[in-house]
């Protein structure tokens, strides 16, 4: 079984920047990418962004870019989201994910870190 755990959400002001982290553990896994969804209250879940490994190119959604970068570790399977000028439409529950086959289709998912930013 593929384990992910995120860390590193919490409470911030508007303008203010959180990083997160999730590190993949458990069974022998090689992903070919790792990503970032959110769920806001009564919202569905949502893409935020995604890395492949093998080209290293990265992927965002619109209201993110410029303002979040995600980066990791192939060897570690760990993936970070760098998250700057923090918005109040920014809070929901993040959630890292990976996948072994393409960054448009996550197959392990984690738990999930509350980010909440204050107006």
């Known amino acids: 079984q593929v384990q992910l755990v995120e860390s590193g959400g919490g409470l911030v002001q508007a303008g203010g920047s959180l990083r997160l982290s999730c590190a993949a553990s458990g069974r022998t896994f090689s992903s070919v990418a790792m990503g970032w969804f959110r769920r806001a209250p009564g919202m569905e879940r949502e893409f935020v962004a995604a890395?492949?490994?093998?080209?290293?190119?990265?992927y965002y959604t619109d209201s993110v870019k410029g303002r979040f970068t995600i980066s990791g570790d192939n060897a570690k399977n760990t993936v970070y989201l760098q998250m700057n000028s923090l918005k109040p439409e920014d809070t929901a529950v993040y959630y890292c994910a990976a996948s072994s086959r393409t960054w448009t289709s996550f197959d392990y998912w984690g738990q999930g870190t509350q980010v909440t930013v204050s107006s």
């Open positions: 890395i492949t490994w093998s080209s290293s190119n990265t």
